[in-house]
């Protein structure tokens, strides 16, 4: 019975470990064949404006960026899931072991500065900043640059997103501010189970306030990872109040995107390659955390 259980366990925690990656690319999917409607369909309004030249300019130039965008997202989604910060296959060098380096008793291995050990990828990841749960992996030393770019075309395409839909609020609001309005942008689906509105309106509602949301969750990942990045922190060493690896504010962003730091947020596939190893870093503070005293 204890085994048979352990099983059913083990089955369903490596399902739950895949469910935040499907209900991402659902939605993602979602938001995107929304828009691409509202381009291609819904916009220009007036007949005549849809028939002209200059109309199909417009729609052309609305898909390309939106799928450019998609694009960028999806490849940099699967080259950080893709690529392994972990210290698998990595030769740490033991003879060197110095200042900030650890024991992990998990991994059985000394490890170097800010390489700490992850229980839900149950290995040590090189400069690790967080476990990202929404990808099912961490986010460390090789990956960081898929992971922030592909931030950065959420960030632009939810915003994208939220233009175009403000049609959306504006046909849902043209009634004036009702209780029937308000319910359908704050809770659509009780508004669906109850009757009150077609399922292509409460389609059309829950996408648009899943880009509200999902934009302003993104925003606040994305410039509080940008500002990390500035900083030369990892969010460990931010919880901590440490800056010990800080260069300055270029130097810190070319330790995190690679040499080529200016062009390779446009393409995953630009080469950028890194100038450190994720096991040596130049100490240019104190390792301890600010603000702790030596007792004598």
């Not at 998990?106 to 967080?130: A, F, G, I, K, Q």
């Not at 189970?193 to 606040?220: E, K, Y």
């Not at 096991?279 to 702790?292: C, D, K, N, W, Y």
Request: hydrophobic share 45%; glycine share 6%.
């Amino acid at each position: 019975m204890s085994s048979l259980r352990s099983r059913l366990w083990n089955r369903l925690d490596k399902t739950c470990r895949f469910l935040p990656i499907v209900v991402n690319t659902v939605l993602v999917l979602s938001i995107t064949a929304e828009v691409s409607y509202l381009v291609v369909v819904e916009a220009p309004r007036e007949p005549e404006q849809q028939k002209s030249e200059s109309s199909a300019v417009w729609k052309s130039v609305h898909l390309f960026c939106q799928y450019f965008m998609l694009g960028n997202i999806t490849w940099n989604a699967s080259l950080f899931l893709k690529t392994s910060p972990s210290i698998r296959g990595v030769f740490l060098g033991g003879d060197a072991v110095g200042q900030g380096w650890r024991y992990c008793y998990t991994c059985e291995t000394h490890t170097p500065p800010r390489c700490s050990h992850c229980y839900d990828c149950n290995v040590c990841v090189l400069r690790r900043d967080h476990h990202c749960v929404f990808f099912g992996q961490c986010v460390g030393f090789r990956n960081y640059r898929y992971f922030l770019s592909c931030l950065l075309f959420m960030w632009a395409g939810l915003l994208y997103a939220v233009v175009m839909n403000a049609e959306v609020f504006i046909v849902i609001l043209k009634e004036g501010v009702t209780l029937h309005s308000v319910l359908l942008l704050i809770m659509p689906w009780i508004m669906l189970i109850s009757g009150q509105v077609t399922a292509r309106a409460f389609a059309f509602a829950f996408i648009a306030d899943t880009c509200v949301v999902g934009f302003l969750l993104v925003a606040a990942f994305l410039f509080f990872h940008i500002g990390l990045m500035l900083r030369g922190q990892t969010t460990r060493e931010w919880y901590s109040n440490r800056r010990p690896y800080s260069l300055s504010p270029l130097g810190n962003v070319r330790e995190c995107l690679g040499q080529r730091w200016y062009l390779c947020w446009l393409c995953p596939l630009i080469s950028s390659p890194l100038p450190g190893d994720g096991i040596h870093f130049r100490v240019t503070g104190s390792l301890e955390p600010a603000g702790s005293t030596v007792k004598l």
